[in-house]
């Protein structure tokens, strides 16, 4: 290519996918130049570079990340958009903002980006944030080591840090995250693995993270990030739906395309689910992907102290991914709240000035306060939150330990909410059949 023009690529994203899709195809590609990366949904992701050690021979300075409002500016020739949990419609605008500069507009598919592992793969996706893929992916890993497996879980990315220091990582212990000094979200995602006895395996770079997974496991778990498809190819691939929201599997980008990918479709919450919203779930998952076996599943919410939330003033506090760009008015915690028969205290009238920008962004936000930590100054927002509030107890639905990590001085109560089939054969007669599939081979 001596000589010849490079061709201009920005790469849209969210601090995931599109460090993952530059990984696979723009890294070594002498024909194009990624002039930069933009970034949106996550906070404090942007005016960072991705760094050199990441970016290779054709990069020795990085590649810039800045904000998606500044996309237009950097004159491109293509725009590669790779981040997910949004609309088709948003995808379309984006689209329409990177024609109308006279650019290609491009979404790579799985054949260019997924990774062949040396090891089977299960692999949990979503239709959208906040369908019980979490849960779903510990019950999974769980189950298997039940099983006599050796289970290593691969997490979507969510490198917020030093992406260098991201590159690969590997967590066996709460200490692990501390030493990586995890944000919250990372938090959320990788500690319940780890209290239920199970490794995660995350970072920047996932060939070299599939890698390492595959050298200490009989089988590789793919948790899914957003409502992303996986980095990996599975050899079972599960997907989840949201009962409760029975349109999202043909509304959402790349919801759908996991929903038209998926060997198991999981329809979730169908014990608090109108019948008739089940059935219309169910309905889309047949006409989107008739070769998929559909199964149900309830996530049944507790309180570890429900009389101490009886009567009460409380402030509750929901998983941060699901109630901001997810798109959920509230979750399980308000859910468990009411039912104890708590009085909900509205956290926006205390919110400091961070958590009152997310407010702003996200005005769909009903009477809960989400777990935001993107960063320290984020981190001291919610705690300041929490402590300005007029509550007299704090439930918590986030997955973490959330009284370990910020010591607030209300005592916190924390709603869980697990995996259970709804029926049988379900999900786990589903796994059973895969697991007894690599014992014949």
């Known amino acids: 290519m001596e000589g010849s023009k490079r061709i201009r690529v920005v790469i849209a994203g ?167 000094a995890c944000t919250l979200e990372e938090r959320e995602e990788y500690e319940p693995h780890l209290d239920a006895g199970g490794t995660v395996h995350a970072g920047v770079d996932y060939e070299k993270v599939i890698a390492n997974a595959a050298a200490e496991a009989d089988v590789i778990v793919w948790d899914g990030g957003n409502n992303d498809f996986p980095f990996v190819r599975p050899e079972l691939h599960i997907v989840m739906v949201d009962a409760l929201h029975p349109d999202h599997g043909a509304a959402y980008h790349p919801g759908e395309t996991c929903l038209r990918m998926a060997d198991v479709v999981v329809v979730s919450k169908v014990d608090v689910a109108p019948p008739v919203d089940t059935a219309a779930a169910i309905e889309l998952a047949r006409r989107l992907n008739p070769r998929a076996r559909i199964v149900r599943a309830n996530f049944p919410v507790r309180l570890d102290d429900p009389d101490a939330v009886t009567g009460r003033r409380a402030l509750v506090i929901e998983d941060g991914p699901t109630i901001t760009h997810g798109g959920m008015r509230f979750g399980a915690g308000l859910v468990a709240a009411r039912a104890a028969g708590a009085t909900i205290v509205d956290p926006r009238p205390f919110a400091a000035p961070l958590i009152r920008e997310v407010f702003a962004q996200y005005p769909h936000i009903e009477s809960v306060l989400p777990a935001m930590g993107y960063s320290p100054a984020q981190l001291e927002a919610l705690a300041a939150t929490i402590n300005a509030a007029d509550a007299e107890v704090v439930v918590s639905a986030t997955p973490i330990d959330l009284a370990r990590l910020l010591h607030p001085g209300k005592p916190v109560v924390r709603a869980r909410y697990e995996f259970e089939d709804a029926t049988w054969p379900g999900l786990e007669a589903e796994i059973d059949a895969f697991v007894l599939g690599l014992a014949a081979v």
């Not at 949904?41 to 800045?66: D, F, K, T």
């Not at 997490?155 to 066996?172: I, S």
């Open 14 to 180: 969210a601090a995931g996918r599109d460090f993952h899709d530059f990984n696979m195809v723009y890294r070594r590609e002498p024909s194009a130049e990624v002039v930069a990366f933009t970034a949106t949904q996550i906070p404090g992701i942007e005016r960072r570079r991705y760094p050199p050690e990441l970016a290779g021979a054709l990069y020795p300075q990085g590649i810039p990340i800045v904000p998606e409002s500044e996309l237009e500016s950097l004159k491109p020739e293509r725009v590669v958009f790779a981040y997910s949990d949004v609309s088709h419609a948003e995808v379309m605008h984006l689209a329409s903002r990177a024609l109308a500069i006279g650019a290609d507009f491009e979404l790579l598919g799985p054949a260019r980006t997924m990774i062949r592992a040396a090891r089977p793969v299960i692999a949990i996706s979503a239709v959208r944030t906040g369908s019980g893929k979490s849960p779903t992916a510990r019950w999974l890993s769980k189950l298997l080591r039940k099983r006599g497996l050796r289970v290593a879980v691969v997490r979507h990315p969510m490198p917020y840090g030093d992406l260098a220091k991201q590159a690969v990582q590997r967590f066996a212990s709460r200490e692990d995250l501390d030493a990586a």
